[in-house]
């Protein structure tokens, strides 16, 4: 194992963090092994160090965690939260703000409305560059944490039955995370109104890799089955017409009924925010796991920030 | 005589024979511009081109003749995304010197527009970049926003 870490940790120092799709299994596997150290011990690791985040989008979850993170390991933290206080309403290219910021900190996070700008960012800088997020493509932090509390729940990724349910049109979580799980021969159960299914070349990706999988309106017909269910808002901002989401925003209501058609160690996960997908009432229960899902993002985002940094716990 | 002998005799009358230079063959009708342009022979050498010629492997194809230049074989892999069949024949004193077949790189750069209006390479100086992920029928995935494009999707710069 200490051969491999070696090898791991040589491979990630440096390392940009831009899609789950750059990352193997046993790649993927070894980040959320290593993030397990962070749960309980912390040290001021990354003293002297400083991460910029480039928010060109609002983001809460992402952005705080990030802070939460470097703060937590006795890094510092500088950066904008508005492109519009920034370079770019002056028509300065990703690229560009990248390569300066490289210049003022040790890693940076970006969230971009454009997709690929993390990867344009990456090729302008020499310092580690973290997808924040890049419009609907990729936010690979996310895809480590959904992985970290499934794997922390289930003590496995291999051979479970996880549940999409809601936007899994619009929704990169569901499309990273299912890419993710496809290295683990999961079951895949997709539940969605007709006008938000799992696109075809995600399928199409998931057939290449021989994964079952099936698509349900009906979140009741395959509710017992389910070892995780893995819940998105369906979010009005990627509708084109307003009319649509008026159609489909309440379609899926999780409530105290629902656990009745669950395994009892079902595990409910959510990226958050949600509106009204699930009723507060169901927070109470154990299987209600996204608040700790979202703690999680901190402790997978250290050790991510440790790993490329190449400054170990 | 063949179709694809007729074929040459015809391209003959209309084509004077290469003393040196190069001949890109056996390209899908109707890319010959486009490859004269991904190629870059746009620097002054004389050119000459068939267009939608009969090719009794093919149906039809386009040909192009290029004087006092040759090309290596990485030159004639750029157009492999536009015309898998492509050949080369490198000539000499009117000798073929080299002959061969376009092979699609793992790597397409630049030559390729993405379809997606929200990648960073349709808003900023962001050169494109594609992977081939199948080259049977051509399957190719950006870069950048990691969307794949597929048969009319793919699209020249």
Redesign the interface.
Known sequence: MAANQDKYFRKFQGADVISIRDFSEQEILFVLDYASRFEAASAPVLQGKILATLFYEPSTRTRLSFESAMIGLGGSVMGFTDAAVSSAAKGESVRDTAKMIEGYADVMVIRHPLEGSARAAAEGAEIPVINGGDGANQHPTQTFLDLYTILKNKQTLRGLNVGFLGDLKYGRTVHSLAEALSHFDCRMYFIAPEMLRMPAHILSELDQHGITYSETENLYEVSRELDILYVTRIQKERFPDPLDYEKVKNVYILNEKLLEHVKSDLKILHPLPRVNEIDPALDAYPQAEYFQQSKNGVTVRKALLSLVLGVHL | MTDEKNSSVSMEMRISKLRNGAVIDHLRPGTAMKAIQVLGVTDGSTLSIGMFLDSKKMGRKDLIKIENRTLTAKEINKIAVLSPEATLCNIRDYKVVQKTKAHLPREIPVIVRCN?P????N????GTLFVVVEDNPLKLR???????MSGDEIELI
């Open positions: 997606n929200k990648c960073i390479t808003h900023e100086k962001v950006c870069r950048y926003c990691e969307r794949a």
